[in-house]
């Protein structure tokens, strides 16, 4: 399987700051990594897809970078709405494996 | 707007079997463009995929289930299922239903269902 790590597992920031969280394969994914955004009671929700392109109704402060082994998920200017769990998956291999997810907190 | 929604138990006895519906609401299920997916989530193990369907019935699973999972697809009613034999304590989770996109390489989960619990008790 394709192990899927995220760095920081916690981040604590406030409204108007840029935070970059950071995902990392265990091995060559090329661009199949996605990232999503889950608040406390729902379902995830797709944010960037195939590393870098914004899902359609995704604000555009989201973006993602990264190719291989080694992706970022950037907020610019944090809105009050963007304060949840983020998770990072691949689907270069099957089975599909998520990060362990990196939990945004309101200083 | 396109909508899943999740439906089964809520609570199955060790050693049994596990039965979820997912129905598929305002588009057909019955696409080349789709793959349809069981997604389960707990505290412990995190977001896990589980196996998925195309509307041909072709499927694929996670090995790590041990063949104890069946997907499949009934593109008459527009729903897929998920069934899981021989459950555990461990087997609890919120069970999520989505769709994941094949016109990108990357294959994202592009719409969910809102999650059902199962708890696995006796």
């Known amino acids: 399987d394709v192990l899927v790590t995220q760095s920081p597992p916690s981040l604590s920031a406030s409204v108007g700051d840029s935070v970059t969280i950071t995902c990392r394969a265990s091995?060559?994914?090329?661009?199949?990594l996605n990232w999503y955004q889950q608040k406390p009671g729902k379902a995830p929700n797709l944010l960037i897809y195939g590393a870098s392109r914004l899902q359609r109704g995704a604000p555009s402060r989201f973006s993602g970078r990264g190719f291989g082994t080694d992706f970022t998920l950037t907020i610019s200017s944090l809105q009050p709405e963007d304060f949840a769990t983020y998770y990072c998956q691949q689907s270069s291999g099957t089975p599909i494996t998520f990060g362990p997810g990196t939990r945004l907190d309101n200083k | 707007q396109l909508q899943l929604q999740e439906s089964g138990p809520g609570l199955v006895r060790p050693s049994e079997t596990l039965s979820l519906s997912c129905s598929v609401s305002?588009?057909?299920?019955?696409?080349?463009?789709?793959?349809w997916a069981w997604v389960r989530q707990t505290p412990g193990k995190g977001l896990e995929w589980i196996g998925g369907v195309y509307y041909s019935g072709s499927t694929h699973d996670n090995p790590s289930l041990k063949s104890r999972v069946t997907v499949s697809i009934d593109t008459s009613q527009n729903q897929f299922f998920l069934k899981m034999t021989s459950v555990t304590a461990e087997d609890t989770a919120i069970y999520f239903c989505?769709?994941?996109?094949?016109?990108?390489?990357?294959?994202?989960?592009?719409?969910w269902g809102p999650g059902t619990r199962v708890t696995v008790s006796s």
């Open positions: 989505a769709r994941m996109d094949s016109r990108s390489s990357a294959t994202p989960l592009d719409h």
């Open positions: 305002g588009d057909s299920i019955r696409s080349i463009d789709y793959y």
């Open positions: 091995q060559d994914i090329r661009d199949y």
